[in-house]
């Protein structure tokens, strides 16, 4: 899928090694584990498709993407802490493995370490601008998705706003960001910000549907994990909307101790209504609107690597 910036990316990995290094070896340990853990790296990806709309040098174009990166690893570092995962991508979690304290303190690195490249790099102020809304974005988001745990919130606008500040509002950056630093126009970098946040949007809702339907195998966490930790998503706020057993959806959703009987009860109801189509079709207005939107003034080859992302977001079943 992201053939064009296949070497960018293999770059990117032997990067985010060198810059997490630490005199102190814990924190060199810790930070290697997270990038060997690996991940989509959907957001340099993406930033990088940007970046070959015009030919930069590539001394330009890494650190940001270093930053882009870095930045996304620690907050799933802090996600993981307040979520008390034990693994992610099938992998154990820096705080199953160092504890909590030390994740934090780790997530806390990596984000210092991403606008130390930012500030050495001497990119336009714009673009520390954009990473530090992201990062209040990032952070309002969570206390928002806090706030409404095991609160069988049925408010979509308020879910809409929640994965926007979560994940859309830092996809759509990444793009927008690659524009900026590729010397692209304000209406290409817009189109450009306008398909990440479509893409971003879509990304998360399709992640929240496959919490409810893929197994533990194919996500690297517990199915079912969202209704777990309380977190109401689009397919379980529409089942409560429309299921004759919304009350008792409502129950389960909001018991803090929940058991595994209770869990699979409520994966039931809201499999028994029509809330996984529902969402898909949720999906595909965002993927539409993603290709709809793309600027026709870039190359055919990257509208078309564009456009496969938002195909397989729409078939991605991980």
């Known amino acids: 899928m992201f053939n064009i910036v296949e070497k ?13 290094y630490s005199p102190i070896e814990l924190i060199t340990n ?12 959907l957001r340099p990806a993406l930033y990088f498709l940007a970046v070959h709309c015009k030919a930069i040098e590539d001394k330009k174009a890494m650190p940001l993407a270093v930053a882009i990166e870095m930045i996304h690893m620690a ?7 307040i979520d008390s995962a034990a693994t992610r991508r099938g992998t154990a979690t820096a705080n199953a493995k160092w504890g909590n304290q030390l994740s934090i303190l780790s997530g806390d690195y990596l984000f210092a370490k991403a606008f130390s490249l930012v500030a050495k790099n001497n990119y336009d102020s714009k673009v520390m601008v954009i990473l530090s809304d992201i990062i209040c974005d990032l952070s309002e988001g969570e206390i928002i998705q ?25 996809i759509a950056a990444s793009c927008q960001l690659g524009g900026i630093i590729t010397g692209l126009n304000d209406k290409e970098v817009e189109a450009l910000r306008e398909y990440g ?36 998503t689009l ?45 898909y ?13 793309l600027p026709s003034s870039i190359s055919e080859e990257i509208r078309e690597t564009y456009a496969t992302v938002a195909d397989f977001i729409a078939m991605r079943e991980f």
């Open 146 to 170: 806090n706030k409404e745990t095991f609160k069988a919130s049925e408010n979509k606008v308020e879910y809409y706003d929640r994965i926007a500040k979560k994940t859309a509002n830092f």
């Open 30 to 41: 810790i930070g290697t584990h997270l990038v060997e853990a690996g991940g989509k790296r």
């Open 197 to 232: 946040y479509a893409i971003g949007m879509a990304f998360q809702i399709t992640d929240d549907i496959l919490d409810l339907t893929a197994t533990s195998a194919q996500i690297g966490k517990p199915a079912g994990n969202d209704i777990l930790q309380g977190i109401v």
């Open 281 to 293: 079709a949720k999906v595909k207005e965002y993927l539409d609107k993603a290709r709809s939107v």
């Open 235 to 279: 397919p379980v706020i529409h089942a409560l909307s429309v299921s004759p057993d919304a009350e008792e959806l409502r129950t389960i959703v909001t018991t803090r101790e929940m058991d595994e009987a209770m869990l699979k009860r409520g994966l039931e109801i809201v499999h028994a209504t029509d809330a996984i189509e529902y969402s």
């Open 8 to 20: 960018d990316l293999e770059a990117l990995e032997e990067e985010m090694l060198s810059v997490i």
């Open 75 to 81: 907050t799933l570092v802090h996600d993981d802490v």
